[in-house]
């Protein structure tokens, strides 16, 4: 039987399907010698290359990590200013490669899953998943309840209207109320770019503080410290497919 040439390298576990077409796109990725276009479908005899390696199809047992992100960090391999990147904290791999279910910009702490399931990331990303991401914010100044309500409602973005499904104010220290700094937890549905940051500044606040604080079901484990990952468990990676209708790989 044929699959589709984007299914068969993200179930490989080298990338998402998008970026698996991005790669395609590129011309990066080869069918018997012939440059891939996205509409390839592929058998077990096929030959396919990746920036001219070989392409293994035996199958390959995935993994699973929860990592907690300290402030200081990228989400991508390369950068070029040389700056600390989360797969530097991450096990070896072979044959496989890490792939970050969405991302966190450089001065954000918190939860992170990673996975070798390319199929499985993607979906945990897609909108349509409608999975919850909730952040705990730190807020310089007075926030008024128009604020908030805005938020809550719905706000006007140069990429479309987007709001917070959940705001709750959080503790606050003594510290934090003699310098009128105020925590809140917020939770989003989607994980589009910088939008918890984004959502705020469009009140006219300023956060000093963003950690997502869980992922769907998935909290930060008290024992897993920044800089720190654990191996999900079985029964905690049948929920990862469970968040998404796909049914457990062996």
Not at 137 to 149: P, S
Not at 217 to 244: C, H, N, Q, W
Request: hydrophobic share 35%; with cysteine.
């Amino acid at each position: 039987m044929s699959e589709k040439l984007q299914k068969v390298l993200a179930g490989r576990g080298l990338a998402s399907r998008r970026e698996v077409e991005r790669w395609i796109e590129a011309g990066r990725v080869t069918v018997n010698g012939k440059p891939a276009t996205r509409g390839d479908r592929v058998t077990a005899e096929d030959r396919i290359r990746v920036d001219g390696r070989g392409v293994s199809r035996k199958r390959v047992a995935h993994r699973y990590l929860l990592y907690n992100k300290p402030e200081g960090e990228i989400c991508s391999r390369n950068d070029p200013e040389q700056r600390p990147t989360v797969f530097d904290h991450l096990p070896r791999l072979k044959n496989q490669r890490w792939i970050s279910v969405g991302r966190l910009d450089f001065n954000t702490s918190g939860l992170l899953l990673f996975t070798t399931d390319g199929d499985l990331a993607g979906k945990l990303m897609h909108p349509s998943s409608g999975i919850e991401r909730e952040y705990l914010v730190r807020v310089l100044g007075e926030v008024t309840e128009d604020a908030l309500h805005r938020m809550r409602a719905g706000v006007s973005l140069e990429d479309g209207m987007y709001r917070f499904s959940d705001i709750q104010p959080g503790r606050q220290s003594d510290a934090d109320r003699r310098s009128a700094n105020q925590w809140y937890y917020v939770v989003l549905m989607e994980g589009r770019n910088r939008m918890v940051r984004r959502l705020w500044e469009s009140q006219g606040y300023t956060l000093s503080r963003l950690k997502r604080v869980r992922f769907g079901r998935f909290v930060i484990p008290s024992a897993v410290k920044a800089g720190r990952y654990i191996d999900l468990k079985s029964k905690e990676v049948k929920a990862l497919y469970t968040m998404t209708d796909m049914k457990p790989k062996s």
